[in-house]
């Protein structure tokens, strides 16, 4: 499911749990030379971490109905730096309508 784009192949999640009943999923990401927000530093770069929210948040959404959703508003509030970890990140949708879906999502 989540190799059919090279680019969300290439994020490398797993699926560790997908719960439609609480219409939540849940994902781990390691972390990569690649992601790092400078050689060496172990430190989340923040466009890889704002596109695997993208891309989790829309795959809770299609848990529930079956398709995607076009991203129509994106937010994020970096609290702190992931520094020299993997992630967990876990979406909660909200919200799933036939155009417009709200999902939360934690890292």
Same mark, same amino acid.
């Given at each position: ?8 192949a290439f994020l490398g999640l797993k699926v560790t749990e @997908?719960? @439609?009943?609480?219409? =939540?999923?849940? #994902?781990?990401?390691? #972390?990569? %030379?690649?992601?790092? &927000?400078? @050689?060496?530093?172990? =430190?989340?770069?923040?466009? %890889?971490?704002?596109?695997?929210? *993208?891309?989790?948040? *829309?795959?809770? /959404?299609? #848990?529930?109905? &079956? ?7 994106? &937010?994020? *509030?970096? /609290?702190? %730096?992931?520094?020299?970890?993997? /992630? ?6 909200? &919200? ?7 999902? *939360?999502?934690?890292?």
């Open positions: 499911m989540l190799d059919h784009s090279p680019f969300i @997908a719960d @439609a009943k609480n219409e =939540q999923v849940t #994902m781990t990401c390691a #972390m990569r %030379p690649e992601f790092e &927000r400078g @050689a060496g530093t172990g =430190q989340w770069h923040g466009g %890889p971490l704002a596109a695997i929210i *993208d891309t989790v948040g *829309d795959y809770a /959404l299609i #848990m529930l109905l &079956r398709r995607g959703l076009p991203t129509i508003n994106f &937010r994020v *509030d970096y /609290l702190r %730096p992931a520094i020299k970890t993997g /992630l967990v990140i876990t979406a909660k949708v909200r &919200r799933a309508g036939k155009s417009v879906g709200v999902v *939360d999502v934690d890292v």
